[in-house]
């Protein structure tokens, strides 16, 4: 029959593309979907939310009467939601797939501590070639050494509501940890005026916005007479859809403990 999975956030076009993929997935099957209190499509069904015809799960409010431990949640919702997800799946020994983003500090924290105590795979970006790139950025970023000058644009849809994306933040963190920086203090998030010289330990992520632009990430390392570009461009939601159902059907089989995408394809 497929592993179980619930859709978090199912009205969403997040959910929608996760639920139409679902039902193409052999491995696995739809077994509950959730939005926030009071949104038009509770009492729904999934299937016809999602455009891929009547499947027989209506859309509910009530995450804790889904969440299973043989089921795995996929989350694309905010950080409020996803954290309330999060503390009924540690309570209810549930596995979790963790897509939102925009956490803040004290959030993220939350995330931190919470995650280790149940199953979760958390990515700010599920797509498989970004998490390639991920690796592919921190190898370059030690090969390349200091004489190369890092720096990142991302741009996004113009309906995206935080800047610099998750995944630009997470790749800047990677050339961080690769080149001996302090993310927290080298990062630059935009630039104007009279600035001066770029300082040698510095690490721009600069965010575009614009129509209905699905992720595009690229990470710069200019050098002296060469300059040195790594590009993932995201063509529809499916890529990080694919790879959250993947890491579900990963996870569901793995001990108590926090993953990333790199753990689901085996890149550690």
């Known amino acids: 029959m497929g592993i179980p999975l619930v859709v978090c956030g199912a009205a969403g076009r997040m959910g929608r593309t996760l639920i139409g993929l679902i039902q193409q997935t052999p491995e696995a099957r739809l077994?509950?979907?959730?939005?926030?209190?009071?949104?038009?499509?509770?009492?729904?069904?999934?299937?016809?939310?999602?455009?891929v015809g009547t499947l027989g799960v209506k859309v509910s409010e009530d995450f804790g009467a889904l969440a299973q431990p043989g089921?795995?949640?996929?989350?694309?919702?905010?950080?409020v939601a996803a954290l309330e997800h999060l503390r009924i799946a540690v309570q209810q020994h549930s596995p979790m797939v963790i897509g939102s983003t925009g956490f803040t500090?004290?959030?993220?924290?939350?995330?931190?501590?919470?995650?280790?105590?149940?199953?979760?795979?958390?990515?700010s970006n599920m797509s498989i070639g970004i998490t390639v790139l991920?690796?592919?950025?921190?190898?370059?970023?030690?090969?390349?050494?200091?004489?190369?000058?890092?720096?990142?644009?991302?741009?996004?849809?113009?309906?995206?509501?935080?800047?610099?994306?998750?995944?630009?933040?997470?790749?800047?963190?990677?050339?961080?940890?690769?080149?001996?920086?302090?993310?927290?203090?080298?990062?630059?998030?935009?630039?104007?005026?009279?600035?001066?010289?770029?300082?040698?330990?510095?690490?721009?992520?600069?965010?575009?916005?614009?129509?209905?632009?699905?992720?595009?990430?690229?990470?710069?390392?200019a050098g002296m007479g060469e300059r040195l570009e790594l590009t993932h461009r995201a063509q529809s939601r499916d890529c990080l859809a694919r790879g959250a159902i993947r890491a579900a059907l990963w996870v569901v089989g793995q001990p108590v403990g926090r993953y990333g995408m790199a753990d689901v394809l085996g890149l550690r």
């Open 134 to 221: 991920q690796k592919l950025v921190r190898e370059a970023a030690r090969a390349l050494g200091p004489d190369f000058d890092p720096e990142i644009v991302e741009m996004h849809h113009k309906m995206k509501i935080d800047a610099p994306s998750g995944t630009a933040l997470t790749l800047g963190r990677t050339v961080a940890e690769a080149t001996g920086r302090r993310f927290s203090e080298d990062a630059v998030y935009g630039r104007e005026g009279v600035i001066g010289q770029r300082r040698p330990q510095e690490l721009a992520i600069l965010a575009l916005r614009g129509g209905d632009v699905v992720g595009d990430h690229t990470v710069i390392f």
């Open 71 to 79: 089921s795995v949640a996929l989350d694309f919702t905010n950080a």
């Open 31 to 51: 077994a509950g979907a959730v939005e926030a209190s009071g949104h038009a499509a509770l009492g729904k069904d999934a299937g016809e939310v999602a455009g």
């Open 105 to 123: 500090a004290p959030q993220q924290a939350e995330l931190d501590r919470l995650a280790p105590q149940t199953r979760a795979v958390v990515a």
